[in-house]
């Protein structure tokens, strides 16, 4: 460690001190963040906290947020007053509506300059107040343990999300006393576990094992709360099928013989659940599980059959109800699940057990009518490269310990679709809470943070891309074996083809200019390498997977290609 840094009193014994001590008694060792407060990140090696540093100001929330989802820890990240403080309004909202743990330290200016048009001041407290869960500002050093503790319980308890810490410049380098002492870990979620009332629980357990044709839907909750053994019992055990959101993607093997995949708004041609849209619109109870019942996953409320009865175990007792009235069942997945499934096989499961060998059948014809129906277009070998036969090699090099990360827009359907979940707990990050543009290589340098050993894989089109190539510079730095694949279109697809759709028309922002992005990984010296030719598209993938650093193919695809999209179905022209 640099001597200089244990000489400067400053640092040695000062509230940056102080609060690195208690963000690492938190079990916090890794934290984003460019330069800025520079007194916590002078002080922060001391304790075993080590700085991720990044490019893009808004890239660091994003990361953190990676970081979180596969840590199961808090993730944490730093920003500077002003502009920098800005900039994380989007992953803070992003990880608000996803419900990802992040606390954001943000230095603000002296306290003795406040409201007299100090260099980058800005009312932070106002900035953060619509995107985080709760805000505060620490303004005397006795309050500081007891401040970082309050928001690290804020940022795990109930339903998680992101808090912001405000750290003024001046008391950051202020001298203090030895801390306090408290030995809490806050900082891993879920941080207490609750059970929803048993009374209800029986009552849904009545529910289900009467039902003429129950579903369970699985949303991110699930993920969130460690809850996916508990699920992959209740349906191997209870006899129950089991469909999942985008963000609940993996929560239980799509391998299994009771596994619908990914339902919602992209149901359409060539998607895995084309066949198998009967088996939700034709449910008589259906179980929401950690799941938001938002306007995508229900295919703008038009999927879910309105005559069902719903139960919904959430731990945010706002979201039970929200969008379909249900039996509440308020607690965390983990433990309500596992009292569920208790339950339902109490009250016997031999409806659902004698019924369970039709589901099955229903389903395989489901997922066999996909693959004949894709067959051609995932293995064709036609120029521009179809996304779908880029899928169908990515999907036969992963395996359940891969990660796969996804930008928004059409790389999360893509990957959605055509990527199989191959057992319980497997992750598949995508941005579903705003969904926006650029977050998956970000997304994919925190995940990787957080599991080193572990293969982490990020699809991103190129509109997406172009925010955030300059973090391929940050994944080389720290030596992160991240494979990248760009689908490059030289359009932006989701735009271009919905505003045809609803418009007739579209805007000029759809088109780009050509750019080679593997030049661009080859410039920040990345592997990188640019396909055309289908017939290279393996070997480049290979080669790229096998590199040890970041890599990147940018695979020059089909601009007409679409994913299947509900509401463009009878729109367009079929490739199939």
């Known amino acids: 460690m640099d001597s200089t840094v244990h000489a400067q009193r400053g640092v040695n014994e000062s509230v940056a001190l102080r609060l690195a001590h208690a963000f690492r008694r938190h079990g916090v060792d890794t934290v984003f963040g460019q330069s800025i407060p520079s007194a916590f990140f002078l002080a922060a090696p001391q304790v075993g906290i080590r700085q991720a540093t990044y490019r893009a100001e808004n890239a660091g929330g994003t990361m953190a947020d990676g970081y979180a989802r596969i840590s199961g820890r808090v993730g944490v990240v730093t920003a500077q007053n002003g502009p920098a403080a800005t900039l994380l309004v989007a992953p803070l909202a992003e990880a608000l509506k996803a419900s990802i743990p992040i606390v954001a330290l943000v230095q603000d200016v002296a306290r003795n300059t406040t409201e007299k048009n100090a260099f980058q001041e800005l009312d932070h407290l106002r900035l953060f107040d619509g995107c985080t869960k709760w805000t505060r500002r620490i303004d005397h050093v006795s ?77 991110g909750g699930v993920h969130a709360s460690g809850a996916c053994a508990e699920l992959a019992a209740l349906q191997q055990d209870c006899h129950l099928p089991v469909a999942t959101t985008v963000m609940g993607k993996g929560t239980v093997a799509e391998t299994h013989a009771l596994s619908l995949g990914v339902v919602g708004y992209f149901m359409g041609d060539g998607a895995r659940g084309r066949a198998l849209r009967p088996l939700v619109a034709e449910a008589d109870v259906v179980l929401l599980v950690g799941n938001r019942a938002n306007q995508n996953g229900t295919d703008s409320w038009k999927l879910y059959p309105p005559g069902a009865r719903f139960i919904q175990i959430d731990i945010d007792g706002t979201e039970i109800g929200r969008n379909y009235e249900a039996l509440r069942l308020m607690g965390d997945a983990k433990l309500t699940l596992a009292a569920l499934r208790e339950a339902l096989l109490a009250e016997g499961v031999e409806r659902r057990a004698a019924a369970r ?40 090099m992963i395996d359940a310990d891969t990660i796969v990360v996804a930008d928004a827009s059409y790389s999360s359907i893509w990957i959605t679709n055509y990527l199989t979940a191959r057992a319980a707990g497997q992750r598949f990050l995508t941005p579903r809470g705003l969904a926006g543009l650029g977050w998956g290589l970000p997304l994919a340098i925190g995940a990787k943070m957080a599991a080193p050993d572990r293969k982490v894989v990020c699809l991103a089109g190129d509109g997406g891309f172009a925010h955030t190539w300059a973090e391929l510079e940050t994944a080389r730095r720290l030596g992160l074996d991240i494979p990248v694949i760009v689908l490059n279109n030289q359009i932006l697809g989701y735009q271009k083809h919905a505003e045809d759709v609803l418009f007739g028309a579209h805007t000029e922002a759809c088109y780009f200019q050509p750019v080679d992005h593997a030049v661009i990984a080859q410039a920040c010296g990345c592997h990188g390498v640019r396909v055309d030719d289908p017939a290279m598209l393996q070997e480049a993938l290979q080669e790229a997977w096998a590199q040890k650093g970041p890599s990147l193919v940018d695979v020059i695809t089909d601009p007409d290609a679409r994913p299947p999209v509900s509401f463009y179905d009878n729109t367009y022209p079929s490739p199939f």
């Not at 007891?146 to 003024?168: K, N």
């Not at 014809?365 to 004949?372: F, L, P, R, T």
């Not at 490269?385 to 999907?395: G, H, N, S, T």
């Open 143 to 219: 309050r500081v343990e007891e401040m970082v503790d309050l928001a690290f319980v804020q940022a795990c308890s109930g339903r998680p999300g992101p808090v912001a810490l405000i750290v003024p410049a001046d008391l950051l380098t202020e001298a203090a006393a030895a801390a306090e002492t408290r030995k809490a870990d806050l900082g891993h979620f879920p941080l207490d576990r609750s059970l929803a009332d048993p009374s209800r629980i029986r009552e849904a357990a009545r529910l289900l094992a009467t039902a003429r044709a129950p579903l369970v839907i699985a949303g």
């Open 357 to 396: 060998a039709g589901v099955e059948g229903q389903i395989l014809a489901g997922v066999e009518d996909w693959k004949s129906f894709t067959q051609r277009i995932r293995e064709s070998d036609r120029a521009p490269i179809r996304p779908e036969r880029v899928m169908q090699l990515l999907d036969q």
